[in-house]
Nanobody, 121 residues
Framework: QLQASGGGLVQAGDSRGLSCAASGRTISGYNMAWFRQALGKEREFVAALNWNGGSTDYADSVKGRFTASRDNAKNTMTLQMNNLKPEDTAVYYC????????????????WGQGTQVTVSS
């Protein structure tokens, strides 16, 4: 089970860190990713890490502002979001078990409950 947390209401330009904790399953050996879904829109890729965190992939819209990392020993993944913009407003989801390099949600096997991030202008 994956549980994302850390969402909330922030102002444009602020920073926010999201966490994803896994329980009942080790994240070691699995590629992981963050997706987000804005109201009325399809879920979209945000960031991905390969199984050991040595490789990352970011959507162009967040590159340079967001940083994904993982701690396999703690069974957690984080998404540090800087310089947030109103268009970053969405429910953020963490996922596990996909093919690194794939940016489609169906490539990932396990999903957690999302956490809402709202960025006010």
């Amino acid at each position: 089970q994956l549980q994302a947390s850390g969402g909330g209401l922030v102002q444009a330009g602020d920073s926010r860190g999201l966490s994803c904790a896994a329980s009942g399953r080790t994240i070691s050996g699995y590629n992981m990713a963050w997706f987000r879904q804005a109201l009325g829109k399809e879920r979209e890729f945000v960031a991905a890490l390969n199984w050991n965190g040595g490789s990352t992939d970011y959507a162009d819209s967040v590159k340079g502002r967001f940083t994904a990392s993982r701690d396999n020993a703690k069974n957690t993944m984080t998404l540090q979001m800087n310089n947030l913009k109103p268009e970053d407003t969405a429910v953020y989801y963490c996922s596990l078990g996909g093919v690194f390099g794939s940016r489609v949600e169906k490539a990932y096997m396990y999903w957690g409950q999302g956490t809402q991030v709202t960025v006010s202008s």
